[in-house]
């Protein structure tokens, strides 16, 4: 017995290592689990680390005022519109660079990776622009006051801004992910929170002959990181290269790739657009309340973002590999990954929610010091984080659907969840019922358990196994 234990556990920690450290694998062959725990563990770390940001900035911000944080939320609720934009393009890269891995194309996989990064750059540009010249108006369309947009609006100048290293360190994950190599993914988020962790405080509160820069310190802080967190991908793209080989004339515009770009990334976009203004809508509800609210919500967002992202992580392993094993030709092989992924990611999820149960408010009391934003936050964690279960299967569906290629599907289920069900629902709850943050905090964990059973059942129907790309 005693060696049995031992034996696994040696096991595990040498996969562990394996998965960190980075190889290459064929995830299209052997073990289903082997080959999920390998592309899951970077997965994981990764998103953990991008959720890392968050909880930094908003620990920070928070030493500032209500104000301050009800800033950052403002802007990071319109800010996700960008992201919405580098997570479309980045599933294109996922899908179209693990198919053709799949289909052993290598040439053609570092081809479609490079045509992503060039429509990233053009996008990147136009969403700088628009958004600096309109930042004053995007805080008072959200329902900041004059004093918050008066006093804070360089933070999301600065944001919008510095976009660009926001849509290169997700498209470029993207396209490690693909390939199955997603501990580079993994290694370029840590690298950029490091350094976001060292120069938040410095530039916040001042260090030396750095001044006290405030909320401006914080979107630097976050800018230059996220920066620095580029530098490295480009290094592995164009100098310590993988299993892909990239080269700068590949970045020549080719019109069918980036049709196909086009096509993958759009409906992918819109997807998360669709959440994204939906999240938009639901900070302005939130907003509708007082300050002490809308700092809380922000808390518990955060709080609850840092500990999603992991399962999100998880979810990614499906999409990469749903596209290799359907570039190989072996979609049964594709849907039992999937499944394998559901399991772990609810347990996983189940595990959240026992947490924010037991431990929520010790968390809640060290990331802000108001008592009125601390049980708002208090309510939310509790509240939402009751779905938990239900959402860590849906992301991996949604995520599979996506590594298919069929970004179609995913975007109606969220039309759906978010639009036809949850902005409506919060809307009554507010106006007939509760009008109380309750009513959001309600709308939220009841979208999410609709869109999971949603996509259970379109997975199971199996359309997405006949997916082109």
């Not at 094993?325 to 595990?351: C, D, H, Q």
């Not at 809640?364 to 708002?376: I, L, P, S």
């Not at 860590?392 to 109606?412: K, L, S, Y």
Request: proline share 2%; aromatic share 12%.
């Amino acid at each position: 017995m005693t060696y049995t234990i031992s034996f696994k556990l040696r096991r595990f920690f040498s996969l562990f290592r394996q998965a960190v450290a980075g190889s290459e694998q064929d995830y299209t062959e052997g073990s289903i689990r082997k080959a999920v725990f390998l592309l899951a563990v970077p997965m994981i770390l990764e998103m953990m680390m991008e959720s890392v940001f968050a909880v930094v900035d908003i620990f920070f911000v928070g030493k500032l005022g209500n104000e301050a944080v009800a800033t950052v939320g403002l802007t990071e609720s319109v800010i996700t519109l960008v992201y919405s934009v580098a997570i479309g393009l980045s599933m294109a890269a996922t899908a179209l660079v693990a198919r053709r891995v799949g289909e052993k194309n290598l040439k053609e996989a570092a081809h479609a990776g490079m045509q992503c990064i060039f429509a990233a750059l053009i996008l990147s540009v136009v969403i700088s622009v628009v958004g600096v010249l309109s930042s004053k108006n995007i805080l008072q369309f959200m329902g900041a006051n004059e004093k918050m947009v008066a006093e804070n609006v360089q933070y999301t100048r600065i944001m919008f801004g510095g976009n660009v290293v926001i849509m290169l360190l997700f498209l470029i994950n993207g396209i490690f992910r693909g390939a199955g190599d997603a501990s580079i993914a993994m290694r370029s988020l840590w690298i950029a929170n490091i350094a976001n962790i060292i120069l938040c405080p410095i530039l916040i509160r001042g260090l030396g002959p750095v001044p006290a820069l405030g909320l401006t310190g914080a979107a630097i802080a976050t800018t230059v990181g996220r920066g620095i967190g580029v530098l490295y991908q480009l290094y592995r793209l164009f100098i310590r290269k993988g299993l892909l080989n990239f080269y700068l004339h590949q970045v020549k515009p080719h019109r069918e790739l980036l049709l196909q770009i086009a096509k993958i990334g759009s409906n992918g976009t819109v997807q998360f657009l669709i959440g994204s203004a939906s999240w938009i809508v639901l900070a302005r509800f939130m907003a509708g309340f007082h300050e002490a609210a809308m700092a809380g919500y922000q808390v518990a967002i955060r709080l609850l973002i840092f500990f999603l992202m992991p399962a999100w992580g998880m979810s990614n392993a499906a999409a990469t590999l749903t596209g290799q094993n359907l570039g190989a030709g072996k979609p049964e092989r594709a849907a039992k990954s999937v499944w394998t992924t559901a399991v772990y990611n609810a347990i996983f999820m189940l595990g959240v929610t026992l947490f924010f149960l037991f431990f929520g408010e010790p968390i809640v009391n060290f990331m802000n010091g108001d008592e009125m934003a601390r049980h708002y936050a208090l309510q939310a964690l509790h509240i939402i984080s009751g779905g938990y279960i239900f959402y860590g299967v849906g992301m991996v569906m949604m995520n599979a659907f996506n590594g298919a290629g069929d970004t179609r599907t995913p975007t109606i289920v969220s039309l759906i969840g978010f639009w036809a069900f949850q902005i409506p629902l919060a809307w009554i709850l507010i106006k007939y019922f509760l009008n109380d943050p309750r009513a959001v905090f309600i709308s939220i964990i009841a979208a999410e358990t609709l869109m999971a059973v949603i996509s259970v059942y379109l997975f199971k129907k199996g359309k997405w196994k006949t997916v082109k790309v």
